[in-house]
């Protein structure tokens, strides 16, 4: 079986120190940190038959709830200060 990868399209550098960089030339335009946001936001889906239950028992769900739960902050898209070699 043959797998076809697309190519790459190289897109102009949008800051000089990306210039001649082709592994991140190839990369789609930098985001936004709102633009990040909203890709990075996950909400969970609860039903009204759940959302009606005692709390005792609701009080179970919250593990499954909270696993499908991000509000990104800013430090979901700050750039570490130093990288671990």
Do not use: G
């Amino acid at each position: 079986m043959m797998i076809k990868l697309p190519m790459a399209q190289y897109r102009e550098a949008e800051i000089r120190e990306y210039e001649w960089q082709p592994l991140i030339n190839a990369l789609p335009p930098i985001n936004s940190p709102q633009a990040t946001a909203r890709m990075l936001a996950r909400f969970p889906i609860v039903d009204d038959a759940e959302k009606a239950l005692p709390a005792h028992i609701r009080r179970h769900a919250m593990m499954r709830i909270l696993d499908q739960f991000l509000y990104p902050t800013s430090s979901h898209w700050q750039a570490p200060d130093t990288v671990d070699a």
